[in-house]
């Protein structure tokens, strides 16, 4: 099982990135897939998540009408637009597979991880 996170770097307060996650085939079709985020010192937290077939989406209040996760089952892929970003957005974010077929916050309910890429927001 492996999960592969990219588009990670150093964008400037309000600018925009977009994260992509590849995931193998035989995890990820039928699960909620989600991304978490853990900034220096701080545990890591829930960001946004996706049911399998894209029909619910939830997002934290910190993120929400800014990010848009999304994902295509076909490319086996989940993305996350980020814009208007902000300092506080600085963390490494993390792809990860849910053992459940719906969307949810739930860091317990994740079984696969992806090794995390770094987003830097500077001021």
């Known amino acids: 099982v492996q999960l592969q996170a990219s588009g990670g770097g150093l964008v400037q307060a309000g600018g925009s990135l977009t994260l992509s996650c590849a995931a193998s085939?035989?995890?990820?079709?039928?699960?909620?897939m989600g991304w978490f985020r853990q900034a220096p010192g701080k545990e890591r937290e829930f960001v946004a998540a996706?049911?399998?077939?894209?029909?619910?989406?939830i997002y934290a209040d910190s993120v929400k009408g800014r990010f848009t996760i999304s994902r295509d089952n076909a490319k086996n892929t989940v993305s996350l637009q980020m814009n208007s970003l902000k300092p506080e957005d600085t963390a490494v974010y993390y792809c990860?597979?849910?053992?459940?077929?719906?969307?949810?916050?739930?860091?317990?309910?994740?079984?696969?991880w992806g090794q995390g890429t770094l987003v830097t927001v500077s001021s």
């Open positions: 990860a597979v849910s053992l459940r077929p719906t969307a949810t916050g739930a860091r317990r309910e994740y079984r696969y």
């Open positions: 085939k035989r995890t990820s079709s039928n699960n909620g």
């Open positions: 996706i049911d399998w077939k894209s029909s619910s989406t």
